[in-house]
């Protein structure tokens, strides 16, 4: 018998040691002003991380340490390939399809939805803290990053660009709901531990190669249990 048993918070402060940018997908033209603005909320205007951009680079994470990618071949992981594999890359696969679900072109029977269930994680968005940001009198301040190539012959920068970041120590709140369903393992929340501390490891947003998107999770706890001395040791590769 399937049956939801219960529904928990994850949750944290998640704090950026690095600039961020998460792009916002502005097409309009400022001369002379920023080229790549990050996302910001449209009613107050504040920066925020999607829940969409951490569920999937916390997924992609988790599929490129079960070894799945070459059989996916880039795509998010499916029955139908999850199916075909082996060990622990089909324990670890079955963790991430019940942790965060199959995509539209799944066409399952009965038997097999039974056999995967729904999806386990629910992610919100990341708003500022709220007492973080009295400091800044409710405004959240970004920083305009410029960068340019550099020419190896003359030694000159060349194509100058603007990037919006917000800047190294902002805090924001980090919430997940997970639920469990009867006969659900301990794998679940151990994966989805892992996964966390992956994103410590690499990072969130673009541009990571020059520096962006590094974090740090503090304060974890799964409803009022607090994980953060088990979290910090976790070797998840």
């Given at each position: 018998m399937m049956k939801l048993e219960k529904i928990q918070t994850l949750s944290a402060t998640l704090i950026l040691e690095t600039g961020l940018h998460i792009g916002g997908g502005d097409s309009a033209m400022h001369i002379g002003g920023i080229d790549s603005p990050v996302i910001k909320h449209p009613h107050n205007k504040q920066p925020y991380i999607p829940g969409s951009s951490i569920k999937g680079k916390l997924r992609s994470m988790l599929e490129w340490r079960a070894g799945v990618i070459r059989e996916t071949q880039g795509q998010a992981l499916s029955h139908a390939v999850w199916s075909k594999l082996n060990g622990e890359a089909k324990t670890r696969g079955l963790a991430i399809l019940q942790l965060f679900g199959l995509g539209g072109s799944d066409k399952l029977s009965n038997e097999q939805a039974l056999e995967i269930g729904p999806t386990r994680l629910s992610f919100w968005d990341c708003n500022l803290e709220?007492?973080?940001?009295e400091k800044y009198d409710g405004q959240c301040p970004t920083e305009d990053k410029t960068e340019n190539c550099i020419d190896r012959i003359r030694g000159v920068a060349q194509h100058p660009r603007h990037i919006e970041r917000v800047p190294a120590g902002?805090?924001?709140?980090?919430?997940?709901t997970i639920r469990t369903l009867t006969g659900d393992q301990d794998l679940l929340l151990s994966e989805?531990?892992?996964?966390?501390?992956?994103?410590e490891m690499d990072g969130l947003g673009g541009s990571l190669s020059?520096?962006?998107?590094k974090i740090r999770f503090e304060q974890l706890k799964l409803d009022e249990q607090d994980l953060t001395g088990n979290f910090q040791t976790i070797k998840p590769l």
């Amino acid at each position: 018998m399937m049956k939801l048993e219960k529904i928990q918070t994850l949750s944290a402060t998640l704090i950026l040691e690095t600039g961020l940018h998460i792009g916002g997908g502005d097409s309009a033209m400022h001369i002379g002003g920023i080229d790549s603005p990050v996302i910001k909320h449209p009613h107050n205007k504040q920066p925020y991380i999607p829940g969409s951009s951490i569920k999937g680079k916390l997924r992609s994470m988790l599929e490129w340490r079960a070894g799945v990618i070459r059989e996916t071949q880039g795509q998010a992981l499916s029955h139908a390939v999850w199916s075909k594999l082996n060990g622990e890359a089909k324990t670890r696969g079955l963790a991430i399809l019940q942790l965060f679900g199959l995509g539209g072109s799944d066409k399952l029977s009965n038997e097999q939805a039974l056999e995967i269930g729904p999806t386990r994680l629910s992610f919100w968005d990341c708003n500022l803290e709220p007492e973080w940001l009295e400091k800044y009198d409710g405004q959240c301040p970004t920083e305009d990053k410029t960068e340019n190539c550099i020419d190896r012959i003359r030694g000159v920068a060349q194509h100058p660009r603007h990037i919006e970041r917000v800047p190294a120590g902002t805090r924001f709140q980090f919430r997940l709901t997970i639920r469990t369903l009867t006969g659900d393992q301990d794998l679940l929340l151990s994966e989805l531990l892992c996964g966390l501390k992956l994103l410590e490891m690499d990072g969130l947003g673009g541009s990571l190669s020059r520096g962006y998107g590094k974090i740090r999770f503090e304060q974890l706890k799964l409803d009022e249990q607090d994980l953060t001395g088990n979290f910090q040791t976790i070797k998840p590769l």
